[in-house]
């Protein structure tokens, strides 16, 4: 079964910590999303990658960066965690030829609390 | 722009009764539509699709038609059962966006 997994289901953090989000795809998927997710806000995508070493910003790129350096990884990287990050993240992935079809797949997301 | 519009949750119902969510979109081309849903705690999973107009999706007891002169994608079941509580999505993909666009999602709570 094809699987995007990330790393950790639950995570805290203290405020001012550096925080790495990994997210792996075994589809050989050239798209990789990041989404955060909160009550009444919606899915809102945070960066995306169309291919190795190549990032684009979301809708709300501030206070995070990513790292996309094999196919299979994206990153998501909080310089300096802040308690307004706290929030369920989402990675996703999706081939170029086929997210007309099929969508996008996703992980089962990561529960970020920062205190 | 392209975008999606979903009808405000909680939507509230008892176990074996009929459900819709309303979904409407608007999107200068024939975009494809999707159904997500995510259960508590997860993440979203595909429940449905169509690609092109008059497409009718259909998974696990819930359908959605694609009807293009109403900009519309609903989805029905015609009967929950508790195990359906969860926030279902509407979604389009556009080439041109090149990315899927989500409405805001519903909540649904089925009660025994």
């Known amino acids: 079964d094809v699987k995007v997994t990330q790393s950790s289901r639950y995570l805290v953090k203290r405020t001012g910590e550096k925080v790495f989000l990994e997210c792996v795809q075994d589809m050989d998927h050239e798209n990789m999303f990041w989404y955060r997710q909160d009550p009444g806000l919606g899915l809102r995508l945070i960066y995306f990658?169309?291919?190795?070493?190549?990032?684009e910003k979301g809708d709300i790129p501030e206070g995070y960066s990513v790292s996309r350096e094999k196919k299979e990884r994206f990153s998501l990287i909080l310089e300096s965690a802040s308690t307004n990050q706290t929030s369920m993240y989402l990675c996703?992935?999706?081939?170029?030829?086929?997210?007309?079809?099929?969508?996008?797949?996703f992980g089962s997301g990561t529960r970020l609390t920062v205190v | 722009g392209d975008s999606v519009t979903q009808m405000e949750g909680p939507v509230t119902l008892s176990e074996e009764a009929f459900l819709t969510i309303n979904c409407t979109y608007t999107a200068t081309g024939y975009p494809s539509l999707f159904w997500y849903v995510q259960y508590p705690g997860e993440g979203l999973q595909l429940l449905l699709k169509a690609t092109k107009a008059d497409d009718k999706g259909s998974n696990k007891g819930f359908e959605a038609t694609y009807r293009k002169e109403t900009t519309s994608f609903h989805l029905e079941k015609g009967s929950v059962q508790v195990s359906d509580s969860a926030v279902y999505f509407c979604a389009l993909w556009m080439d041109s966006s090149y990315k899927l666009i989500f409405g805001s999602g519903t909540r649904l709570l089925v009660r025994p």
């Open positions: 996703a992935s999706s081939s170029p030829q086929g997210a007309h079809r099929y969508g996008y797949t």
């Open positions: 990658s169309y291919d190795v070493k190549m990032k």
